[in-house]
C-alpha cells in the first residue's frame, strides 16, 4: 500500500465518528414516515431519494441503515420500522419479485440476516435462506461463477461481475445456518473464479468478465457502468477491495490478501488529494467529472475489515487510512442540511452513461443509497466491535 499525500484529511477522531453516526441516525429517524412502508430509490433525483416498491437490487440497504441505527440508539421505533421491512423482503423472495439474479446478497444481508442476528426475527431468517437458494440458482459449474443477470446459460449474457462478491457472505451465512456445504463450495468456487480473472495486470479490475458456456474457460472482460472496457470503473475497484477483505474473512487464501493490497494500491494511486475517487479512476485530480462517494465508503469498510484480519501494522494502516476517507466523506460528502437531501452522503454515481458503455445513465452526482448504507456501517465500525451482516 503506497503512502497517502500529505494533502489527505486527518484521521476522523472517535469524537467525529460520534457525531457523524448522531447525525446520520437523525436523518434516518426523519426518513422513516417515507420509508416504513415503502423502498427507498437506487439514488436520489436532485438529491432527494423517491419512495418506490420493493423490486430493485438496492433496496437492502435502506433497512440496514435502519438496523445500524438501531444499534447505535438501541431504540425499539428502529427495530419495528427495520422489521416492517423483513416483511416486505420475506413477501418479495416467497413471490420471487425481480429476484432473478444475483443481488441476493445485496438485498437479504443488510435487512433480513441483520433482523435475525440483532433481534432474533425468524422471518429474517427464513427469508435470507429462500434467498440463498435462489442465489446458487444462478450457479454455473461450467466456468464455475454465479451468473450475474439475464436468463440463465445464455451465451450472451455468460458473466459474472465484480460486484458480487458482496453477495457471497450470504452463502457462507447459509451453509453455517443449515451445516448444507453447498452454498459455501459455491462461494469459494465464485471467489476463486474472480481472482482468477477480474484482475488486470496492472492491479485495475474488469467490470465484468464473460466466460466460454461450452468450455468454461475465460472469453473477456468488459464494462457495463464504467467509461469504457480497459477503464478503471471506481466502484468496481471498491468491490474489488471490500470483496477480496470479505472472501479472506471466509478462506484464508493468501492470493486474497495479496489482491487486496494490489488493488487498494492501484487505487490510491488514483485518488484525488481528498481521498475520494472520481467515478471512473481514469479521471485524476482537477477533473471536472463527478465523483463517486460511495466507492470511498466502501473500500473505508474493506479496510476496517481486512483490519481484523492481519497483524497489528498492517490493521493500524487499514485503521488509519479508512479514518481519513471517512474525515474528508463526513466533512466535504455528508449531508449538512436536511431540507436539501434526504440523503446521507451528496456526490455518488450510480451509472454515467459513455459512447463506450451499456448503462442507461442514472443517479449522476446524487446520493447513491448503498453509498448511505456504506458509509453508516464504516462510522459504525469505527465506533464499536460490530458483528458483521456479511
Ligand atoms: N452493483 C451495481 C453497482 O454497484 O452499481
Not at 12 to 34: F, K, S, W
Not at 143 to 151: K, L
Amino acid at each position: 500500500m503506497n503512502a497517502v499525500s500529505t494533502l489527505a484529511p486527518q484521521p476522523i477522531t472517535d469524537e467525529e465518528v460520534r457525531a457523524a453516526l448522531d447525525t446520520a441516525v437523525a436523518q434516518v429517524r426523519r426518513n422513516l414516515p417515507t420509508f416504513t412502508y415503502s423502498a427507498q430509490n437506487h439514488s436520489s433525483v436532485g438529491n432527494v431519494y423517491p419512495a418506490v416498491a420493493n423490486d430493485q437490487w438496492t433496496a437492502g440497504f435502506w433497512p440496514g441503515e435502519i438496523w445500524l441505527a438501531f444499534e447505535h440508539t438501541g431504540e425499539k421505533l428502529f427495530r419495528y420500522a427495520a422489521q416492517i421491512q423483513v416483511q416486505s423482503f420475506l413477501h418479495r423472495i416467497e413471490n420471487r419479485i425481480e429476484t432473478d439474479h444475483h443481488d441476493m446478497g445485496f438485498l437479504y444481508s443488510p435487512s433480513c440476516i441483520a433482523a435475525w442476528k440483532l433481534v432474533g426475527d425468524e422471518d429474517g431468517r427464513k427469508a435470507a435462506l429462500l434467498a440463498a437458494d435462489q442465489l446458487i440458482e444462478r450457479y454455473q459449474p461450467v466456468g464455475g461463477f454465479i451468473q450475474a443477470w439475464g436468463r440463465k446459460g445464455n451465451p450472451n449474457e455468460y458473466r459474472y461481475i465484480i460486484d458480487c462478491l458482496l453477495n457471497l457472505p450470504l452463502l457462507y451465512w447459509a451453509t453455517r445456518e443449515t451445516g448444507d456445504e453447498k452454498y459455501r463450495e459455491i462461494a469459494l468456487t465464485h471467489a476463486r473464479t474472480t481472482l482468477a480473472h477480474s484482475v488486470r495486470p496492472d492491479d485495475s479490475t474488469y467490470h465484468t468478465f464473460y466466460m466460454d458456456p461450452e468450455t468454461g474457460a475465460p472469453v473477456r472482460g468488459a464494462t457495463k457502468q464504467g467509461y469504457s472496457d480497459d477503464s478503471f470503473w471506481a466502484r468496481g475497484q471498491a468491490w474489488g477491495i471490500a470483496g477480496m477483505a470479505l472472501s479472506y474473512r471466509y478462506e484464508r487464501l493468501p492470493a486474497y490478501r495479496e489482491a487486496f493490497e494490489r488493488l487498494l494500491g492501484f487505487y490510491l494511486n488514483r485518488l484525488p488529494s481528498d481521498l475520494v475517487p472520481y467515478w471512473d479512476l481514469i479521471f485524476t485530480e482537477g477533473s471536472d467529472e463527478p465523483r463517486d462517494s460511495s466507492s470511498a465508503s466502501i473500500v473505508a469498510c474493506g479496510l476496517l475489515e481486512m483490519a481484523e484480519l492481519v497483524e497489528a501494522g498492517d490493521a493500524a494502516r487499514y485503521r488509519d487510512l479508512a479514518r481519513r476517507m471517512m474525515k474528508s466523506l463526513t466533512d466535504r460528502y455528508a449531508v449538512k442540511d436536511p431540507t436539501l437531501s434526504n440523503g446521507l452522503v451528496l456526490h455518488g454515481t450510480y451509472s454515467k452513461k459513455t459512447p463506450h458503455n451499456t448503462c442507461r445513465g442514472e443517479g449522476v452526482d446524487e446520493c447513491v443509497s448503498w453509498g448511505d448504507y456504506y458509509y453508516m456501517e464504516a462510522l459504525t465500525r469505527l465506533s464499536r466491535n460490530w458483528s458483521s451482516y456479511w
